[in-house]
């Protein structure tokens, strides 16, 4: 529903990561994949998540989606570990180890490195072949007929730097969190309690807004998400100015907002 919201193609989601099995997390993912199956989906559908929920999502399908054109491949995914556990030509994801009242991690996305933009009016003035231009982008120099070295600086602009974003599902505050997150271009941290109900945060295995913009300061992050909010806040500004006390570049999430990175 929130893809059809949102006008994103069904096409263009590949791979979907479950934090942990708490149903405000999973319990749409079986609705998700019987739709994708009615609509005529044939490429394979990959799905990280905890353990435990094969076997609930294994007897989900044999029940609901009978003769689907597409594979659902379920990857099980260690809560308890920082590791890569998705990797393509442009990306990875690693899982973030977090302490909820049940296994449960995050996710980290991590852009690879661009090799730099080659000047176009520079190959041109030095009539460089194109088939050079993946070996400038390397990192070559550039010789012409009479011997003069063009150095590559000349030649190429930077890559702009790799952007990242961290998703901090469900967690208590971990003081050593951030150590994992540094300098992570976007952060999404739970910030469910304001400090008036840091008690439940503690009980609930939760965080309090202003526990997530500790983690955003110590991770010198380039901006914090806020998200989680418990429903006994009718007006969330207060948790928006509990973090902004501590890291001032936050800002609260709701359905279908659009963040760049």
């Known amino acids: 529903m929130q893809l059809r919201r949102s006008h994103i ?32 989906r044939t490429a394979k ?33 260690d809560t308890t570990r920082q590791q890569v556990i998705y990797e393509d030509r442009s990306l990875t994801v690693e899982t973030i180890p977090l302490e909820h009242r049940m296994p449960c991690c995050g996710f980290l996305f991590k852009e690879k490195p661009t090799k730099p933009h080659i000047k176009r009016d520079m190959i041109d ?9 993946g070996n400038i982008k390397g990192g070559a120099d550039w010789a012409t007929p009479e011997g003069e070295v063009i150095p590559n600086n000349l030649l190429v602009e930077p890559a ?10 469900d967690t208590r505050y971990i003081p050593t969190l951030h150590e994992r997150i540094k300098g992570v271009t976007a952060l999404y941290h739970e910030s469910t309690y304001g400090e008036d109900n840091i008690q439940h945060a503690e009980k609930y295995y939760h965080s309090t807004a202003r526990q997530a913009a500790m983690v955003a300061r110590d991770a010198q992050v380039g901006k914090l998400l806020l998200g989680h909010y418990s429903s006994r ?16 570049n936050s800002i609260l999430c709701d359905e279908q907002m659009i963040f760049e990175l």
């Open 9 to 40: 193609r069904f096409t263009k989601l590949s791979a979907v990561f479950i934090s942990h099995l708490h149903g405000d997390h999973c319990f749409g993912l079986i609705g998700m994949i019987s739709t994708f199956g009615l609509l005529g």
């Open 233 to 248: 806040y009718e007006d969330e500004s207060v948790l928006l100015s509990e973090a902004k006390e501590v890291f001032e």
């Open 45 to 77: 559908l990959d799905i990280y998540a905890p353990a435990p929920l094969k076997p609930m999502l294994d007897e989900q399908m044999r029940l609901f989606c009978h003769g689907l054109d597409y594979e659902v491949v379920f990857h099980e995914v």
């Open 160 to 169: 702009e730097p790799a952007r990242s974003y961290a998703y901090c599902s």
């Open 125 to 133: 003035f030095y009539q460089i072949p194109v088939c050079q231009i």
